[in-house]
């Protein structure tokens, strides 16, 4: 019979046991990561930077006293992150807090550095404030500074340190030729994509003349043109591919007038160029019924107001293949975008890597925009369209080399000016990947991708089936407390029960 001494033993007992257990791990090298994105272990592109470290790398973090839990455990995680690179570095990289809010000219100087300062709400005696608080770091190596104004939390953390240390840390850089002359992007109007290439490649803008040495750049990247290409141009895009060096084509086949609300075909050139090597782009949009929308000015009597609506001609890419050019992409925004066709070529490998979704078409241009015309009206032809490729091969020499196309120029130029947009990480990842599959050089691929960034439900359900799990979610929790108070009810009073019959009897 379990007696209140024995219970209380055996409960003294347990405690002591956990607490020796935790005492002897925490002196062993063991951790386990159950987090979907393995945002607790370093990934091995990672261990590789920080064991190559020649110098000593000192990481200085700025954050705020007595912050909010929810915003105290960003440092937590950030100091565990960084014990892991001293760890993996044997010493090399260091650490050290700050707390710019200890006075004035610790907050100027953290201001100096570019950190910046972030309002946050706390809530204090039943009330609640506004504080200016702190959460950013500095590296150090030799006479080379990167500053994070800001730590997100998740893996975005790990891709935020290694970057910085393989940007400061790097020599010899691989080159990148940016191709300019014909109206494509600059480098000036794709800033989050340089800022991303910048880490592992030299970016240097060049033009299609004879002076072009191929020899001197790992890649080349040709980036949303808008003006024609001549034979001359072309001549150069033979010779860059038989010397074996790769090249990246962002294109747009169409192009779109919303003020019009017209879309018309578009040619530079480059796709009767890419005809002569079995690659079609067609002169068409892709439209999907996984979509982003388009925010559109509604008038209702004397008041105008803006109202967002789905729209199919700027589909949403849920489906890659699995190639390390979009390993890790979860969702990427392709607008107006064109679909890629093959025709099979001697020694030349076709690998569609981006598809529309089963619920995808094509419209040839021209063609009229209808804002009001709803998703289920259009006519879904062309389910699973390729809208990107990677075309591996010789081409006019005995070289291998290799091609990385997408149906849309747009999807990585953040614009200039006061029309500059920020992009979706994914879309920048679309590009860096892409350049490191080109250049065949893993980089921070893996880790640049490694965050979970998109968990749809499931694609195939539909908003019935979503609602049910949903619901589901939410009610699954309360049900299994309710459903254990019902047994441990019906076990008291089955106990009960039992010990006035074996009283009574």
């Not at 940016?178 to 794709?190: I, P």
């Not at 700027?314 to 890659?320: A, K, V």
Request: include cysteine; hydrophobic fraction near 40%; charge should be positive.
């Amino acid at each position: 019979m379990l007696t209140t001494t024995s219970l209380r033993l055996k409960i003294l007992t347990a405690l002591l046991v956990i607490v020796g257990l935790n005492l002897v791990l925490s002196y062993l090298p063991l951790r386990l990561d159950f987090t979907g994105d393995k945002r607790y272990t370093l990934s091995p592109v990672t261990r590789d930077i920080v064991s190559q470290l020649k110098k000593p790398v000192t990481i200085t973090g700025y954050f705020s006293a007595n912050l909010p839990p929810q915003v105290g455990k960003i440092q937590q995680d950030f100091e565990d992150l960084v014990a892991e690179y001293n760890s993996r570095s044997g010493g090399k990289v260091s650490y050290k807090a700050e707390n710019p809010n200890a006075s004035q000219e610790a907050e100027q100087q953290a201001m100096q550095q570019g950190i910046q300062p972030q309002a946050i709400q706390m809530r204090e005696r039943d009330q609640v404030k506004e504080q200016r608080a702190y959460f950013g770091a500095k590296l150090q190596y030799e006479d080379q500074t990167e500053i994070i104004p800001i730590i997100q939390p998740g893996a975005a953390m790990e891709y935020a340190l290694s970057s910085a240390i393989k940007k400061m840390s790097g020599t010899d850089k691989p080159k990148i030729a940016w191709v300019g002359g014909h109206g494509e992007a600059s480098l000036r109007t794709v800033p989050q994509a340089v800022e991303g290439l910048s880490v592992s490649y030299t970016l240097e803008p060049v033009a299609l003349t004879d002076s072009l040495r191929p020899e001197a750049y790992q890649a080349m990247a040709i980036v949303a043109p808008a003006d024609t290409f001549r034979p001359a141009d072309l001549q150069h895009l033979d010779r860059w591919l038989a010397s074996g060096k790769s090249l990246f084509l962002a294109l747009n086949a169409v192009q779109a007038d919303l003020q019009s609300a017209a879309g018309a075909p578009k040619s530079t050139g480059l796709e009767a160029w890419l005809a002569t090597k079995g690659i079609d782009l067609m002169p068409s949009f892709v439209i999907d019924a996984k979509c982003a929308p388009i925010t559109v000015q509604q008038n209702n009597g004397f008041m105008t107001f803006q109202q967002q609506i789905a729209f199919p001609y700027l589909p949403l890419i849920h489906n890659f293949a699995e190639h390390p050019a979009v390993k890790g992409i979860e969702q990427v925004i392709l607008p107006f975008a064109s679909p890629i066709k093959f025709r099979p070529q001697n020694g030349v490998v076709f690998t569609p890597l981006a598809f529309t979704s089963d619920n995808a078409g094509v419209e040839p241009a021209p063609t009229n925009f209808d804002i009001n015309k709803q998703l289920n009206a259009y006519n879904y032809n062309a389910p699973r369209s390729v809208v990107g490729a990677a075309i591996e091969g010789s081409f006019g020499g005995s070289a291998k080399s290799k091609i990385l196309l997408y149906g849309d120029g747009d999807f990585a130029v953040n614009g200039e000016g006061q029309r500059q947009q920020a992009l979706a990480a994914d879309n920048i990842n679309l590009l860096v990947n892409g350049m490191d599959w080109l250049c065949n050089n893993s980089g921070l691929n893996e880790l640049r991708t490694k965050a979970v960034s998109s968990r749809p439900i499931q694609k195939e359900l539909g908003e019935a089936g979503k609602n049910m799990v949903r619901w589901l979610n939410f009610l699954a929790p309360i049900g299994l407390v309710l459903l254990y108070g019902f047994f441990r009810y019906q076990g008291r009073k089955a106990k009960r029960r039992a010990w006035q019959a074996s009283r009574f009897s």
